[in-house]
């Protein structure tokens, strides 16, 4: 392990504990605010696929905004990991009746291939997309310290879409490069929005 992955692991453990400080009622006032202010963005108006993470314990919660995408005619993917490839891939979920729980405790979509959504693909060029984009903290600058897989890193060093992080403002951290916790496979998003600010 290098420097800057112990300096990483001990940001994820002293992360997880602030979060879970705040107590469920607090998470929930602010987890609705900021997802008003995700939905007034004008990235939110104009997209017409949105990936959203499927929300578990104490992360800010995606379910008001995915079922706001659904009301809005929005088509909503999900992502499920493949294993041992180290990546995701994106399935269309038009309700939560169909999910299933992986082995880390996460609920992910069915794998159906007619709901698979290939980001690469001719079928979704230029269609508007937005990502909502989980993180144990932001900084102002859009760079973010998740879990440590790699799995988001992956998907915004492609994506041609709008990203916007999704962070509690007792979360937010001023600069993560210049704690020493930003290397070379790290990548930003545009936006972060917190319960009180959008910082692009």
């Known amino acids: 392990m ?10 994820r453990t002293e992360l997880k504990q602030l979060r879970a400080d705040l107590g469920q009622e607090v998470r929930d006032g602010i987890d ?39 009301f809005e005619g929005k088509t909503v993917a999900a992502p499920r990991v493949v294993p041992r490839a180290r990546q995701m891939d994106w399935y269309r979920i038009a309700d939560f ?17 007619a709901n698979l959504l290939a980001l690469s693909d001719e079928g979704v060029f230029g269609i508007p997309m937005l990502a909502l984009v989980p993180g144990l903290t932001f900084d102002r600058f859009g760079f973010r310290l998740g879990y440590g897989g790699g799995y988001y890193d992956r998907l915004l060093a492609a994506f041609t879409g709008d990203a916007v992080g999704l962070c509690r403002e007792a979360q937010l951290t001023d600069d993560l ?7 070379i496979h790290d990548r930003r998003v545009p936006i972060v929005v917190t319960e009180s600010e959008v910082i692009r």
Not at 2 to 11: H, L, N, S, V
Not at 101 to 112: I, L, M, Q, R
Not at 177 to 183: E, S, Y
């Open 32 to 70: 609705a605010r900021i997802a008003d202010q995700v939905a007034a963005l004008p990235e939110w108006g104009r997209a017409q696929i949105v990936l959203a993470y499927l929300s578990v314990g104490d992360e800010v919660d995606t379910r008001a905004l995915v079922e706001r995408a659904w």
């Open 2 to 11: 290098t420097e800057i992955d112990t300096r990483k692991k001990e940001k």
């Open 177 to 183: 490069d210049a704690r020493g916790l930003i290397d």
């Open 97 to 113: 009746d169909h999910l299933e729980t992986s082995s880390f405790g996460v609920e992910e979509p069915e794998a159906d291939p």
